[in-house]
């Protein structure tokens, strides 16, 4: 159990882990593509003021033209570098915040036409290239480089997720100290309950080996194959202190078929055992009965499995004769009760079956605060 629970955990911190993750992604693309959209629209504002003031002053050295592009630099923060050029004069305008974001020198008139290259980080930062200016045998074309991706975005996002990984992680560890003090500091409740167990199985050994030792007589009958009847009391009354100790339900059955001839009463045993798990729950009774008991089971999961015996034996037919049988229950429902009790009250519920036509369930219901007898029947 404990194996599940730690694997089960580790799957949800995996689970929980990667969700942080992702969601972390998420957010750092929502902030990229945002500003991808605002760069692009930027440029396309600054492509239109340098063709402007190119119209006034064709000269890109002008004072008019250095000043306002200096100052557009200074005031858009996410712009990193503009650059117009010409395959045939190379560079004509660079305008950057650091040198290092051209890659190779200024091209010119021996570069042979190639357009400049960039050093920047494709994630954090994006290149938009246009045509500036058609002229006849020329063309001018207008680079700009932009951030997208700034510590402004990423800060409050990563902050986000090491606070809840911190937090994780901190839950992970009460949840492992927790676990250490209960190991090292069993509850008294826990320590008498597997004591319980122990003296339980030993009990249950114990009386095991006292019937198989029983070296005059088998348990079992060599004729029914059913517990012998005297056997009933020793275990029932064990039966009922282990449902009690572990507070469990018990049913205790009586079950009388109609036919009493001795050689169906010994092919009905038979049926009977081979329906029923633990042969040692089933016991024969003196009047071509028997007797079963059914641990762990309350009185309506007792009553529906044997109302499903008793509708399988009245369909049933045994050497060309139908047959029906007749069931009394008891039940311990929750009291402390003693077998004797528990035999009177299935006898009970068995002769009121019996008495009323047979081929019927009679369960035998108290009630566990007041401990009244009430009878209560289940139609056949």
Sequence with gaps: MKKKLLLVYIVFCTIFILGIICFSLYQIKIHRDKNIITAAQLFEDIKNTSRALYKIDPALDSELFKGTMQEGLKRQKELLLLSIYSPKEGMIYLISRDENYLKTSLPDKESGGQPPE???????????????????????????????LGKAELYPILKSSVYLLFIFILITA?????????????????????????????????????????????????????????????????????????DQDLVFALIAPANKEESFFIEFSKSIAERFPFRDLIFEQDDNSCALILPDKSLNQAIKVLENLRNIYEKKSWHKQRTTISIGLGARNGRLITQEILVKEARVSLNKAIKEGGNRLIAFRADPEKFRKVVTSVPG
């Design 118 to 148: 960039y050093n920047f980080n494709s994630l954090t930062s994006v290149r938009f290239s246009s045509t500036f200016l058609k002229m006849e045998g020329d063309e001018l074309y207008i680079d700009g480089l932009f951030t997208v």
């Design 174 to 246: 009460l949840l492992i100290l927790f676990t250490l003090l209960r190991r090292e500091k069993p509850r008294r409740t826990e320590i008498e309950a597997e004591s319980r167990i122990v003296e339980e199985t030993q009990n249950e050994k114990s009386l095991m080996n006292t019937w198989a030792s029983d070296g005059e007589k088998s348990m079992f009958s060599s004729q029914t194959g059913l517990v012998l009847a005297g056997y009933l009391p020793e275990r029932l009354k064990f039966e009922i202190e282990r449902a009690a100790s572990f």
